[in-house]
């Protein structure tokens, strides 16, 4: 089955700076790559995703690249701010049209914004 | 918005007992979904449903059953509780144009 490592376990920033953090899947056949934010006592909020025909994705202060060779795909969050502290994940599933996959997720990232 | 909710925020069951986690979601969704998070481990997919009555396992179905009689909600049944089934569980509920998934806010459950 599909299995999906996220780095780093956790990760602090200054205010203001970017945030990089890093996933590596291992089933080919995967298409799907969502990330997720998870706050305290709440349950994850998808924040972007991307899917395999296309390279990278941007929504405002955030970004995803995948590059489906190296099969990796990385989170980018530009000039940080406090509310961007949670824990991040990564994750991975094949569509093909007739019904839902799982997902498969990474370990998560705790990011930390120092002020 | 998507909304989906469970049926508890914590729960506190008894070795043995029989559990049922409830979760429900408005946007006629076909695709459910129950998950697992325990620290260290991330999110483990415990059983999914792509239609009514139809049920799939997922990674870590050992110790559980569910059921999906109406298109809106997606039970998770313990039928015998153990206290390695203490976790955090939440549903998640997604549309068949794609593969997004939105998650409820989750149920502690703690097995004494």
């Known amino acids: 089955g599909e299995n999906v490592e996220q780095h780093p376990s956790t990760l602090s920033v200054q205010e203001g700076d970017s945030a990089v953090i890093k996933c590596t899947y291992s089933d080919s056949a995967s298409n799907y790559f969502p990330w997720y934010k998870q706050e305290l006592g709440k349950g994850p909020q998808l924040i972007i995703d991307i899917r395999s025909n296309v390279g990278e994705k941007k929504d405002q202060r955030i970004a995803v690249t995948l590059n489906k060779t190296a099969k990796h795909f990385s989170l980018h969050i530009t000039e940080t701010q406090p509310e961007d502290s949670a824990v991040y994940f990564c994750a991975a599933s094949k569509y093909s049209g007739g019904g839902a996959d799982g997902l498969t997720f990474g370990k998560g990232t705790h990011l930390i914004i120092q002020p | 918005d998507v909304k989906v909710t469970q049926s508890s925020r914590y729960l506190v069951k008894r070795t043995g007992e029989k559990v049922f986690l409830e979760c429900v979601q408005d946007m006629d969704h076909e695709n459910m979904f129950w998950y697992r998070q325990d620290p260290g481990l991330g999110l483990r997919l415990i059983y999914f449903?792509?239609?009514?009555?139809?049920?799939e396992k997922g990674d870590i179905p050992e110790g559980y059953s569910v059921s999906r009689e109406k298109k809106e909600r997606f039970s998770l049944i313990l039928e015998s509780a153990s206290t390695n089934q203490t976790s955090m569980y939440l549903c998640?509920?997604?549309?068949?144009?794609?593969?997004?998934?939105?998650f409820g806010p989750g149920t502690r459950l703690t097995v004494l």
């Open positions: 998640a509920s997604g549309g068949g144009s794609g593969n997004e998934q939105f």
């Open positions: 449903s792509y239609d009514v009555k139809m049920k």
